[in-house]
């Protein structure tokens, strides 16, 4: 049994950690996009801004459970298949990218309009703002964003075993609860608190070394 433990615990790892890595590469520009749009951005397009808000907010109305089982198209279109642990990692991205835009905005919004200003006085172009001002300066709150994504997603992947998205969820309820066996229920349970405690604390550690690196507390 330990070994199926075990096994479930990767398969809900390797679900987590790349949804985490996709939809952070595209939840960040989509954030990007969000702040740099705005009427006070370094490039204002009221429409785009607009288009892009109205998207993010439709996607992060949908319940998980709901949005999981209407793209099971696009899940069979991208990966082959519509159950297993490669095809839950579609839904967890499409549901972490507004997500994570979402978050990488308010990091964007807590800096400084005054560096900003002080850049463009300079003669920085909006590329070099957002490269140059813009991420290095909302970097603590950009990997905190990552690590609250991470959590997130381990309890959507608990959810995804539902339909058979492998993992510890659907240990849960193939050997826990349609058999009747609550000590399995139990430990999946142990082990996601135990999984959300240690990269919570993880990314609380680092978040801390870098303010304290680059002198914010």
């Known amino acids: 049994m330990t070994e199926t433990y075990l096994q479930a615990t990767w398969e809900t790892f390797y679900m987590v950690i790349a949804a985490t890595g ?6 960040i520009p ?16 009221r429409w785009v801004n607009t288009v892009l808000a109205i ?8 319940p998980f459970i709901i949005l999981l089982v209407a ?31 979402r978050v990488i905005e308010a990091s964007l919004k807590e800096i400084d309009k005054g560096i900003i200003e002080a850049a463009r006085a300079m003669g920085a172009t909006p590329r070099q703002i957002i490269q140059k001002v813009l991420l290095p300066e909302a970097l603590p709150g950009l990997l905190l964003g990552v690590i609250i ?7 959507y992947s608990a959810m995804a075993g ?3 998205g492998g993992g510890l969820g659907d240990l849960a309820i193939r050997e826990g609860y349609m058999r009747n066996n609550s000590d399995v229920t139990w430990v999946t349970v142990v082990v996601l608190v135990a999984m959300v405690q240690v990269f919570q604390s993880l990314g609380d550690w680092l978040t801390a070394r870098i303010r304290k690196r680059r002198g914010l507390v």
């Open 22 to 27: 996709l939809s952070t590469l595209l939840g």
């Open 30 to 45: 989509l954030g990007i996009l969000l702040v740099v749009t705005e009427r006070s951005g370094v490039l204002p397009n």
């Open 55 to 62: 998207t993010v907010n439709i996607f992060r109305s949908i």
């Open 71 to 101: 793209i099971l198209p696009l899940t069979k279109l991208l990966v082959g298949s519509r159950i297993g642990t490669q095809a839950a990692i579609v839904p967890l991205t499409v549901a972490a990218v507004p997500f994570v835009a």
């Open 149 to 155: 994504t991470f959590v997130t997603l381990i309890g």
């Open 162 to 164: 539902a339909v058979g």
